[in-house]
């Protein structure tokens, strides 16, 4: 094969865990020898390993790496999901479910939620996720993929899984390795940089070793190690909007049925997770350390959990926010490397997913056009930003009493999540990019669900008397209903499908 003069000869990933064999992984599909890959972990050094919840986007990138999907969910003992029923987020009694896929069907030119919205504003105390066929299945832990037909409610919704990361980056790994992916066990000591250009030359191991490249992939976590000590590209902090800045993560046995959904459970400071795997759950407390301490959190953890603790709690310190350069020189960051975001909405593995698929977008050659790396940056910066504010509405739409929930409810917020509250308040218009990564479905699920009621809808909706709006969702509702109790049981679709064998 003839190659360009200035295409790429290596890339080294700094470090494992999800971010580093994800990364991995995909260039090795991408690129196959062509390009010799390097990955550098330390089995001392460990991972972090709490994102067991994902969004349906890992199921394009499992299939674009050619994964079976059954094969994939026994390997990692995952379980299905399909949204997140959080409790206690509006008031410390309410409870909603934020589902994968759409709320019923459009049945007007006017959306469905706008004939919600006149009902409520009359009197009608049907919640707006009864709409949702994602909520009718996860009520009863029913689970099936979607119908092919869009005709039929049981297409609308969609799904994600729970799956222990830890098993998932030794299952790439596996993939990746057998495509050409070097691993190198070590433990990086120091960063050498070209005195010329700037650029990353090479990383020397604990043992001498040293590992050139033309480009680095940052997936060494927290700390950041190219990106930050050896690169200084700054850091944006965010915890003066999303002020949670500790967790604790502890396993327990599981408890059946299996639900085919996460559960975020608000606490006096924070909050939990609940995600069911096939061999154990996973839990967690986030919470902030100003208002609680580590000990207090801890307890609060354990008197929530479902079954016997299976290990102690973990503490993770984070500080909410960004890299200001997420790409630096001939350095990209990803994972907890570029950015980390709490697990409140399962967006730590999509943002791993992204920026990988980002970089192959953009993937330099040996002259590493300056170009390239402000792109990556641009579109890093506004993934990251959208997030963070679909995150921030939780914590502001809120009405709970504690300090901590006060404190949230008053802070001021970014313009754009302000300006589409002020839509949204007034007339029940959404106006949220067509881009983000939580689009219409998703910002009903909160505003409704924490009790931000329109104080008007779109006038449309009275100007087409022929539209009963009433008895169109009165029939959606038991449409949803019956169509749910044709799926089969969680656990017998697993049991039938995708049982995972026991981990000793």
């Given at each position: 094969m003839t190659h360009h003069p200035d295409m790429l000869r290596s890339i080294a990933i700094i470090g494992g865990g999800s971010a580093g064999w994800m990364t991995a992984a995909a260039l090795a599909n991408a690129v196959g020898e062509n390009?010799?890959?390097?990955?550098?972990?330390?089995?001392?050094?460990?991972t972090v390993g709490v994102g067991e919840a994902t969004i349906p986007p890992i199921k394009s990138f499992n299939a674009q790496l050619g994964i079976d999907e059954a094969e994939f969910v026994k390997a990692t003992q995952a379980s299905f999901k399909l949204g997140?029923?959080?409790v206690g987020w509006g008031t410390a009694e309410s409870r909603y479910f934020h589902p994968f896929g759409t709320h019923g069907t459009d049945f007007d030119r006017v959306g469905l939620h706008h004939y919600w919205v006149r009902a409520h504003l009359r009197g009608d105390p049907t919640p707006f996720d009864d709409y949702s066929m994602c909520k009718a299945l996860a009520h009863e832990n029913r689970f099936g993929p979607p119908v092919e037909n869009p005709r039929d409610?049981?297409?609308?919704?969609a799904y994600a899984y729970h799956f222990d990361a830890g098993l998932y980056a030794r299952f790439l790994r596996n993939y990746a390795e057998a495509r050409g992916v070097v691993r190198h066990e070590g433990k990086v000591v120091d960063v050498a940089r070209d005195p010329l250009s700037g650029n990353i030359a090479s990383v020397r191991l604990a043992d001498g070793r040293e590992i050139a490249a033309d480009l680095f992939v940052d997936c060494s976590g927290f700390v950041g190690l190219l990106i930050e000590r050896a690169l200084g590209a700054g850091y944006d902090d965010w915890t003066h909007w999303l002020p949670c800045d500790r967790a604790l993560a502890m396993p327990c046995a599981n408890s059946r049925p299996l639900t085919p959904y996460t559960r975020s459970t608000a606490h006096e400071a924070g909050w939990q997770w609940r995600i069911p795997l096939q061999h154990r759950q996973g839990n967690g407390h986030v919470y902030c350390s100003r208002y609680i301490s580590d000990d207090e959190a801890a307890s609060v953890l354990r008197?929530?959990?479902?079954?016997?603790?299976?290990?102690?709690?973990?503490l993770l310190k984070f500080t909410t926010g960004r890299r200001k350069r997420a790409w630096s020189h001939n350095t990209v960051s990803l994972g907890l490397?570029?950015?980390?975001?709490?697990?409140?909405?399962?967006?730590?593995?999509?943002?791993?997913q992204m920026g990988v698929e980002r970089l192959l977008r953009l993937l330099p050659d040996r002259g590493h056009d300056p170009l390239l790396a402000e792109e990556f940056n641009r579109a890093t910066a506004n993934e990251f930003e959208r997030i963070r504010d679909f995150l921030i509405l939780h914590y502001h739409a809120n009405s709970r009493p504690e300090p901590f929930w006060r404190e949230c409810a008053a802070m001021s917020i970014p313009d754009e999540l302000a300006y589409k509250l002020r839509h949204f308040e007034a007339q029940a218009r959404l106006v949220s990019p067509h881009d983000e990564l939580f689009r219409n479905?998703?910002?009903?699920?909160?505003?409704?669900?924490?009790?931000?009621?329109?104080?008007?809808?779109?006038?449309?909706?009275?100007?087409?008397?022929?539209?009963?709006?009433?008895?169109?969702?009165?029939?959606?509702?038991?449409?949803?209903?019956?169509a749910a109790e044709t799926f089969p049981v969680h656990d017998d679709f697993i049991a039938r499908h995708c049982a995972a064998p026991p981990i000793a």
């Open positions: 390009i010799a890959i390097a990955l550098v972990e330390s089995e001392e050094i460990g997140i029923e959080f409610v049981r297409s609308t919704h008197a929530n959990l479902d079954g016997e603790a299976l290990a102690e709690p973990r490397a570029s950015g980390f975001m709490e697990p409140l909405e399962s967006t730590s593995l999509h943002l791993i479905p998703s910002w009903l699920a909160v505003y409704l669900g924490q009790n931000v009621i329109p104080r008007d809808y779109d006038r449309l909706a009275d100007a087409r008397p022929q539209v009963d709006g009433g008895a169109e969702l009165r029939k959606l509702h038991a449409l949803i209903r019956a």
